[in-house]
């Protein structure tokens, strides 16, 4: 049974930066990718960034240049570190990881930016 773990959400600033972790229950190097979704109040779940076991990275629109995708291999994590966050970036982020046909979902984390 994959679990993912997020935390790091919360309430920040215009302009504040917030990282977020998503914590894998065993080895992260089994999965094809892993990545962000988010979903705002409503509107329609929206892919954020993913990183592939390549290590290769890919970003919505919206966040490119903002938002950045890690891995950590070891700590079996992988992180989104937000800067420049905006209003609009307000949402439920939800952590996810891919395994040829089968996805995992973690229980999302809230993050909510002020204006």
């Known amino acids: 049974q994959v679990q993912l773990v997020e935390s790091g959400g919360g309430l920040v600033q215009y302009g504040g930066s917030l990282r977020l972790s998503c914590a894998a229950s065993g080895s992260i190097l089994r999965f094809n990718a892993m990545g962000w979704y988010r979903q705002a109040p409503q509107k329609e779940r929206e892919l954020v960034a993913t990183i592939t076991s390549n290590g290769n990275t890919n970003y919505v629109d919206s966040v490119k240049g903002r938002f950045t995708i890690s891995r950590d291999n070891a700590k079996n994590t992988v992180y989104l570190l937000m800067n420049s966050l905006k209003p609009e970036d307000t949402a439920v982020y939800y952590c996810?990881?891919?395994?040829?046909?089968?996805?995992?979902w973690g229980q999302g984390t809230q993050v909510t930016v002020s204006s």
């Open positions: 996810y990881a891919r395994n040829f046909g089968s996805v995992y």
